[in-house]
């Protein structure tokens, strides 16, 4: 019995390789540190999205955000966070190298379905943010009754 696995790879009539094999060569071959991806891609450290009968939760954790600076807007289904990382710098010190971010960030979340921005709420403590978002009356579940045809 075989012990190793090999990939089949059909020959090629003309020596070329098809793009989508070398596409997941690449793939395969490739790697990211998780620490850049997320410096690079992602501004928000870490986000839940909760949902109760009546509200949408939203909890972002915002560490060295002060909460004046925390912007925040809802349109429909779309929740948009915008605020300033303000890490200080200690006094008379050299960065020797860089993990935590700073400046400003944004980001936008969708949201499964339409909420009532006027009555949403923020809370902010020890760097967690959360947002409750009523659920718009259509988008809550109702209950219809079964009628019989007597």
């Not at 390789?17 to 790697?31: G, V, Y």
């Not at 949201?111 to 409750?132: E, H, I, N, R, W």
């Amino acid at each position: 019995m075989a012990t190793n696995l090999t990939r089949y790879t059909p020959a090629t009539r003309t020596g070329i390789t098809p793009l989508p094999d070398m596409i997941n060569r690449l793939f395969e071959e490739s790697f990211v540190l998780p620490s850049v991806f997320d410096r690079t891609f992602r501004q928000v450290t870490g986000t839940n999205l909760w949902e109760t009968d009546d509200a949408y939760i939203v909890q972002v954790v915002l560490p060295g955000v002060d909460a004046e600076h925390v912007d925040i807007q809802v349109t429909g289904q779309q929740l948009t966070l915008k605020g300033t990382y303000s890490i200080p710098t200690p006094e008379n010190a050299n960065l020797i190298w860089k993990g935590i971010p700073d400046g400003n960030f944004m980001e936008t979340m969708s949201l499964p379905d339409d909420v009532d921005s006027l009555k949403a709420t923020a809370q902010y403590d020890q760097g967690l943010l959360t947002v409750t978002l009523p659920k718009a009356e259509h988008a809550k579940p109702q209950s219809i009754k079964v009628q019989t045809a007597h």
